[in-house]
């Protein structure tokens, strides 16, 4: 089969390898899309996944397609269009039993398709039975590229227990900023900001007309100007960018009382937190990571019923043989590119 394997850091390469075989518990599709995830843009820079691969290693872990070998499923037939949840989690320890598969003691953040076992930026996909969901006619090829990233914004806002007319903001341009931003206003919020430094990145945020507002992140006096705005500080903050400087802008934004809820990774384990405001101001720090399994069925739910177009943020449908080029608009700075899709043939 085509595939796009990891050759090296910042270097992926077009290649024809042997397809995977189905083994007991899993099933093969032929992949429609598959979502470009700044995820994989830190797999491409390191040059390597995050487990022991042996052999070419596939990335991709935000996709769908049709089944072509349905092996033992019996909830599943040849033909049916299939989107697989990510999380390889072991279905035992305390966490999945209790509904939280998403801190799966095995999992820890890193144990997900395309991370430690190969993806799907190829033409087939052979993963695990229980990680397969239909998909509903209403939900097209690229929507379904966008689920993962959707999910994360989900369990963001849901963990944020957000309640009518709190005022919001959004700290980091990405994509699932922009999601955050439209699933809070919908959610009830009387005002939703994003904070930013520059305007490449948020056209499709200000088509979509969810934010009430941006402030540039660069201008020194921010703080005050958010304070301002929101009559104290912000009832809720995101943070999805994951740098200190973020971070303590979110505490610093967020009223006496307030929510801080952290998306964001890091590249370095620890950032400078101004953990004084944080205590003496009672600001609640919450973090955000994936979601859990019930979490992503209602997130393809959200996209099927049109609470949530996500195809709005795409910006570019791309073939896998773009996909270097991809990754490089992804780190460039100069880059309007919010979200790219592969689409198969």
């Not at 042996?54 to 299939?82: I, L, Q």
């Not at 990405?174 to 305007?199: F, P, R, T």
């Not at 301002?228 to 802008?249: K, M, Q, Y």
């Not at 990571?289 to 019930?294: A, D, L």
């Amino acid at each position: 089969m085509k595939a796009a394997i990891l050759t090296g850091p910042m270097k992926v390469e077009i290649m024809d390898i042997p397809a995977p075989k189905v083994t007991p518990g899993t099933m093969e599709i032929k992949v429609s899309a598959c979502g470009v995830c700044g995820s994989d843009v830190h797999l491409w820079k390191a040059g390597k996944g995050w487990g022991k691969i042996d052999g070419p290693f596939v990335m991709g872990h935000e996709f769908c397609g049709v089944v072509t070998d349905p092996g033992e499923a019996k909830d599943f037939k040849t033909g049916d269009r299939v989107t697989f949840w990510a999380n390889l989690y072991c279905g035992k320890c305390d966490m999945c039993r209790a509904g939280k598969e998403h801190l799966c003691r095995e999992v820890n953040g890193t144990n997900y398709v395309g991370f430690v076992c190969n993806g799907a930026y190829a033409e087939k996909y052979v993963g695990k039975i229980r990680n397969a969901y239909h998909l509903p006619n209403s939900v097209s090829d690229i929507a379904a590229g966008l689920i993962d990233t959707l999910m994360v914004a989900y369990n963001a806002v849901k963990m944020a227990e957000n309640n009518l007319m709190e005022k919001v903001l959004v700290v980091g341009t990405g994509i699932i900023g922009h999601m955050i931003g439209e699933l809070a206003k919908k959610s009830g919020a009387s005002y939703v900001a994003l904070s930013k430094v520059n305007d490449l990145k948020i056209a499709r945020a200000k088509a979509a007309g969810y934010f009430d507002e941006y402030f540039d992140g660069n201008d020194p006096e921010v703080l005050s100007k958010m304070k301002a705005a929101t009559n104290g500080g912000f009832d809720v903050v995101f943070e999805v960018v994951g740098s200190g400087e973020t971070v303590n802008l979110c505490i610093d934004a967020a009223k006496p009382g307030g929510k801080v809820v952290m998306i964001g990774n890091s590249i370095t384990a620890t950032v400078p937190v101004n953990i004084n405001r944080a205590v003496l101001q009672e600001i609640r720090l919450l973090g955000s990571v994936s979601c859990t399994r019930v979490e992503f069925e209602e997130t393809i739910d959200l996209i099927a019923k049109g609470i949530i177009d996500p195809t709005r943020y795409v910006t570019d449908v791309i073939a896998l043989d773009d996909l270097q080029r991809a990754f490089e608009r992804q780190i460039d700075p100069n880059d309007p590119l919010l979200k790219s899709v592969v689409k198969m043939p």
